[in-house]
């Protein structure tokens, strides 16, 4: 499972970088994964939209649906 949520982190990566951003996997633990958001992602007001909305409901649908991303 590790190796699958890397894959889809990878591959939303490329629209946090077209807005100037970024993000970081800081760890994964069971289902939790912890994320730092980077660049201009980091100080963005709808950060917590994109980990919600973006990055966890496509790791929901893509991987599992107990998987919980978490700010770091």
């Not at 893509?62 to 919980?68: A, K, L, P």
């Amino acid at each position: 499972m590790e190796e699958k949520i890397k894959e889809v982190l990878e591959s939303l990566r490329v629209h946090l970088q077209n807005d100037g951003g970024d993000m970081e996997l800081v760890k994964i633990e069971g289902n939790q994964v912890f994320l730092r958001l980077k660049g201009a992602c980091g100080s963005c007001p709808y950060s917590q939209i994109t980990l919600k909305d973006g990055i966890e409901r496509t790791l929901k649908q893509q991987v599992s649906e107990d998987i919980v991303v978490e700010r770091v």
